[in-house]
C-alpha cells in the first residue's frame, strides 16, 4: 500500500512537473523565435517607410513594403524631403522621350541588382517589390542604398530639338481631334477653307513658340543673299530678306530645326545665264553645287541628315531643274517652288508650294479690294500672252467670241488691267509654259474667284488650304464648256466662294514688315510642317 501510495505521490507530482515545464518550454521557443525575427522586421517601428500607412494584411493578401535605410534619426527628415522633391519633379513634367528612356534605363538598373522598384503616385511614393519571391533577398539588406536613376548618355541638342517636335505633333494632333478653340488676339482660323482649322491654328501656334532656322552666311550678293522685290520672281528676294531678319531666325546651328539656303535662283540665271552657250545649264548648275560643297565642307548638318533638314527657295521657272544639280538636294532637302509641277518631280509631301505674285511698285499699294459680286459685270475676264499649252486651247474657243467670257490676247488701248479684275465674277488663270501664275493671287487681291486651269498643278499652301472650298478647278478638256460650267454655279454658292476667297486673302499679303499669318509665314508654316514630318535614323522616337 505504501509502494502504491508513493507511486500515485510520484505520478502526481510528475504531471504536475510536466504541466510547468511545457509552458515554460512553449514560451522560451516563442521568444527564441520572436527575438530572431525583430532582429530584422520587415515592419520595424524603427524604420521609415514610403507607403499607404497600411501595413496589415488584407482580403488574404499583404503588402509588400520594403524600408529605406537613412543616415540616422538626425538625417532622415532631409533624406525624405530630398527624395520627394526629385521625384515630385519626375510626375510634374509631362511624357516625352527622353524622361521616358532615362527613367526605363533606372528601372532595368534596379531589375538586374534586384534592388526595389520606385513606383511613382500621386498620394505617396510606395517601395515595392516587383518579384514577391525576392522579399528574403531585401530582407537580408540591412542597409540599402538609397536609388538613384542612372542616365546611360547625355542627350544630344538634335535629340533635345526631336522631344520639342514630338511635343508639338501632340499638340497639333490633339487638337485635331478634340478641335478646342485657342484664343488668338489676331486670328482664329475657321470655316471649310481649311483642311482642318484647329490643327492648323495649334500648329501655327507651336511655328511661333519654338521654330528656329538658322541661315548660312556664306555666299556673295547678288547671287546669294539678295533677290528681286519688284517682278513676278519678287518672292524670292522678299523672302530671302524677311527671313535674314526674323525672329525665326538663330545664329546658334545646334538650336536649329532647319537650315536655309539663301540662294536666289532668278539671280543664278540672270548673272551666270549664257543663252549663247550650247551647255548654258552647266554653269548654273556648277554654281549650286559649289554652295552645297562649300556649306557641307564647313558645317556638319548636311551631311548629318543629307540635306533632309534643309530648305531652298525658289520662284522662277527653272528652280525645280537646277536643284537636280545636286541629287540630294533635289531627293531630300525641302524645296519651296513656284512652279509646283509633280510632273517635273514635284512632291508635295516634302516639297512646299507657294505663290508667284507680282507687285509692280513692290508693295500691295492698290491692289487690293473690289466691288461687291452685284457689281461685277463680267462671268469670267482673261488676258495674257499666247504661250505653253493650254492658253492656245482658251484662245480658240473664247476669244472675242463672247461678252460674258472676255479672253484676250493683249487688251485694248485704256483698259486697264486690274479694273476688268474688279469687274468680274470669275479670273481665269491658265498655265503658261510653267504651271506657276500671279493670277490666282490678282484674283483674290480683287475680290474676284480663281478658276484654275492647270494640269499636275500643286496649289499653293494646300497642305492647310481646301482650294476647291474658295475657287473652282476646271479640266482643261473642259474648256469648251466653260460658260456652262460657270453660269451653273449658283448666285448663293458664288457669294460663299466669293467670301472665303476674301477671307483667305491674308495668307498671300505681302508685308514689308511680315504680319502674322500673311504669306511670309505661311511659307515658312509649311516649311514647319516638313520638319514635323522628318524623321532621323538612329533616334529613336517613342
Given at each position: 500500500?505504501m509502494?502504491?501510495?508513493?507511486?500515485?505521490?510520484c505520478?502526481s507530482a510528475s504531471t504536475r512537473?510536466?504541466?510547468i515545464?511545457v509552458?515554460?518550454?512553449?514560451i522560451?521557443?516563442?521568444?527564441?523565435?520572436?527575438?530572431?525575427?525583430?532582429s530584422t522586421?520587415?515592419?520595424?517601428?524603427s524604420?521609415?517607410l514610403?507607403g499607404?500607412?497600411?501595413n496589415?494584411?488584407?482580403?488574404?493578401?499583404?503588402?509588400?513594403?520594403?524600408a529605406?535605410?537613412?543616415?540616422g534619426?538626425?538625417d532622415?527628415e532631409?533624406a525624405?524631403?530630398e527624395d520627394y522633391?526629385?521625384?515630385s519633379?519626375?510626375?510634374?513634367?509631362?511624357f516625352?522621350?527622353?524622361?521616358?528612356?532615362?527613367?526605363?534605363?533606372?528601372?532595368?538598373?534596379v531589375?538586374?541588382?534586384?534592388?526595389?522598384?520606385i513606383?511613382?503616385?500621386n498620394?505617396?511614393?510606395?517601395?515595392s517589390?516587383?518579384?514577391p519571391?525576392?522579399l528574403s533577398?531585401?530582407?537580408n539588406?540591412t542597409?540599402?542604398r538609397?536609388?538613384?536613376p542612372k542616365?546611360k548618355?547625355?542627350?544630344?541638342?538634335?535629340e533635345?530639338?526631336?522631344?520639342?517636335?514630338g511635343?508639338?505633333?501632340?499638340?497639333?494632333k490633339?487638337?485635331?481631334?478634340?478641335?478646342?478653340?485657342?484664343?488668338?488676339?489676331?486670328?482664329?482660323?475657321?470655316?471649310?477653307?481649311?483642311?482642318?482649322?484647329k490643327?492648323?491654328?495649334?500648329?501655327y501656334?507651336e511655328?511661333e513658340?519654338?521654330?528656329?532656322v538658322?541661315?548660312?552666311?556664306?555666299?556673295?550678293q547678288?547671287?546669294?543673299?539678295?533677290?528681286?522685290c519688284k517682278?513676278?520672281?519678287?518672292?524670292?528676294?522678299?523672302?530671302?530678306?524677311?527671313?535674314?531678319?526674323?525672329?525665326?531666325r538663330?545664329r546658334?546651328p545646334?538650336?536649329a530645326h532647319?537650315?536655309?539656303?539663301?540662294?536666289?535662283?532668278?539671280?543664278i540665271?540672270h548673272?551666270?545665264?549664257d543663252?549663247?552657250s550650247?551647255?548654258?545649264?552647266n554653269?548654273?548648275k556648277?554654281?549650286?553645287t559649289?554652295y552645297?560643297n562649300?556649306?557641307?565642307?564647313?558645317y556638319?548638318?548636311?551631311?548629318r541628315?543629307?540635306?533632309?533638314d534643309h530648305?531652298?527657295?525658289a520662284?522662277?521657272?527653272?528652280g525645280?531643274?537646277?536643284s537636280?544639280a545636286?541629287?540630294?538636294l533635289?531627293?531630300?532637302s525641302?524645296?519651296?517652288?513656284?512652279?509646283?509641277?509633280?510632273?517635273?518631280?514635284?512632291?508635295?509631301?516634302?516639297d512646299v508650294?507657294?505663290?508667284?505674285?507680282?507687285?509692280p511698285?513692290g508693295?500691295?499699294?492698290?491692289?487690293?479690294?473690289?466691288?461687291?459680286?452685284?457689281?461685277?459685270?463680267?462671268?469670267?475676264f482673261?488676258?495674257?500672252?499666247?504661250?505653253?499649252p493650254i492658253r492656245?486651247i482658251l484662245?480658240?474657243?473664247?476669244?472675242?467670241?463672247?461678252?460674258?467670257?472676255?479672253?484676250?490676247r493683249?487688251l485694248?488701248?485704256g483698259?486697264?488691267?486690274?479694273?476688268?479684275l474688279r469687274?468680274?465674277k470669275?479670273?481665269?488663270?491658265p498655265s503658261?509654259y510653267?504651271?506657276?501664275?500671279p493670277?490666282?493671287v490678282?484674283?483674290?487681291?480683287?475680290?474676284?474667284?480663281?478658276?484654275?486651269?492647270?494640269?499636275?498643278y500643286?496649289?499653293?499652301?494646300?497642305?492647310?488650304?481646301?482650294?476647291?472650298s474658295?475657287s473652282?478647278?476646271v479640266?482643261?478638256?473642259q474648256i469648251?464648256?466653260l460658260?456652262?460650267?460657270?453660269?451653273?454655279?449658283?448666285?448663293?454658292?458664288?457669294?460663299?466662294?466669293?467670301?472665303?476667297g476674301?477671307?483667305?486673302?491674308?495668307h498671300?499679303?505681302?508685308?514689308?514688315?511680315p504680319?502674322?499669318y500673311?504669306v511670309?509665314?505661311?511659307?515658312?508654316?509649311?516649311?514647319?510642317?516638313?520638319?514635323?514630318?522628318?524623321r532621323?535614323?538612329?533616334?529613336?522616337?517613342?
Amino acid at each position: 500500500m505504501m509502494e502504491v501510495s508513493k507511486m500515485k505521490i510520484c505520478s502526481s507530482a510528475s504531471t504536475r512537473l510536466l504541466w510547468i515545464m511545457v509552458p515554460l518550454i512553449l514560451i522560451s521557443i516563442f521568444f527564441a523565435f520572436g527575438n530572431s525575427n525583430n532582429s530584422t522586421s520587415l515592419f520595424s517601428s524603427s524604420s521609415w517607410l514610403f507607403g499607404s500607412g497600411n501595413n496589415n494584411p488584407g482580403n488574404g493578401q499583404q503588402e509588400l513594403v520594403a524600408a529605406v535605410a537613412v543616415n540616422g534619426g538626425a538625417d532622415r527628415e532631409e533624406a525624405i524631403l530630398e527624395d520627394y522633391s526629385f521625384n515630385s519633379i519626375n510626375i510634374s513634367n509631362s511624357f516625352s522621350p527622353l524622361t521616358a528612356e532615362a527613367n526605363q534605363d533606372s528601372e532595368e538598373a534596379v531589375q538586374e541588382n534586384q534592388q526595389p522598384v520606385i513606383i511613382e503616385s500621386n498620394e505617396s511614393f510606395n517601395i515595392s517589390l516587383e518579384k514577391p519571391q525576392e522579399l528574403s533577398s531585401v530582407i537580408n539588406e540591412t542597409h540599402a542604398r538609397p536609388i538613384e536613376p542612372k542616365i546611360k548618355k547625355k542627350f544630344s541638342n538634335l535629340e533635345k530639338l526631336e522631344v520639342q517636335l514630338g511635343k508639338a505633333r501632340a499638340a497639333i494632333k490633339e487638337s485635331a481631334i478634340s478641335g478646342n478653340e485657342t484664343d488668338d488676339p489676331d486670328y482664329v482660323p475657321s470655316g471649310p477653307m481649311y483642311w482642318n482649322a484647329k490643327a492648323f491654328h495649334r500648329s501655327y501656334l507651336e511655328m511661333e513658340k519654338q521654330f528656329k532656322v538658322f541661315v548660312y552666311e556664306e555666299g556673295e550678293q547678288p547671287i546669294f543673299h539678295n533677290g528681286p522685290c519688284k517682278s513676278i520672281y519678287a518672292m524670292e528676294g522678299n523672302f530671302i530678306y524677311q527671313m535674314e531678319t526674323t525672329k525665326f531666325r538663330t545664329r546658334d546651328p545646334e538650336k536649329a530645326h532647319v537650315f536655309f539656303l539663301p540662294i536666289s535662283v532668278t539671280a543664278i540665271v540672270h548673272f551666270i545665264y549664257d543663252r549663247n552657250s550650247k551647255e548654258h545649264w552647266n554653269p548654273m548648275k556648277q554654281t549650286l553645287t559649289d554652295y552645297i560643297n562649300l556649306v557641307s565642307g564647313k558645317y556638319p548638318y548636311w551631311n548629318r541628315s543629307q540635306g533632309a533638314d534643309h530648305f531652298m527657295l525658289a520662284c522662277h521657272d527653272w528652280g525645280p531643274e537646277l536643284s537636280k544639280a545636286v541629287p540630294d538636294l533635289y531627293k531630300n532637302s525641302i524645296r519651296a517652288l513656284c512652279n509646283a509641277n509633280t510632273s517635273e518631280g514635284f512632291k508635295p509631301s516634302k516639297d512646299v508650294s507657294f505663290p508667284e505674285i507680282l507687285l509692280p511698285g513692290g508693295t500691295m499699294d492698290g491692289l487690293i479690294g473690289g466691288p461687291s459680286p452685284s457689281r461685277r459685270s463680267i462671268l469670267a475676264f482673261f488676258a495674257g500672252g499666247l504661250h505653253g499649252p493650254i492658253r492656245p486651247i482658251l484662245l480658240e474657243h473664247w476669244e472675242n467670241k463672247d461678252e460674258d467670257i472676255q479672253v484676250h490676247r493683249y487688251l485694248p488701248k485704256g483698259v486697264s488691267y486690274y479694273g476688268m479684275l474688279r469687274n468680274s465674277k470669275f479670273c481665269l488663270c491658265p498655265s503658261g509654259y510653267e504651271v506657276a501664275s500671279p493670277r490666282m493671287v490678282e484674283a483674290l487681291y480683287t475680290g474676284c474667284v480663281p478658276v484654275l486651269l492647270k494640269d499636275h498643278y500643286v496649289p499653293p499652301f494646300s497642305d492647310v488650304l481646301n482650294w476647291k472650298s474658295f475657287s473652282v478647278e476646271v479640266p482643261v478638256e473642259q474648256i469648251p464648256n466653260l460658260k456652262k460650267i460657270l453660269s451653273g454655279i449658283s448666285t448663293r454658292q458664288y457669294i460663299r466662294l466669293q467670301r472665303r476667297g476674301k477671307q483667305v486673302r491674308r495668307h498671300f499679303e505681302v508685308n514689308m514688315t511680315p504680319k502674322r499669318y500673311d504669306v511670309f509665314h505661311m511659307i515658312l508654316h509649311s516649311v514647319w510642317l516638313r520638319r514635323l514630318n522628318m524623321r532621323f535614323h538612329g533616334l529613336e522616337y517613342l
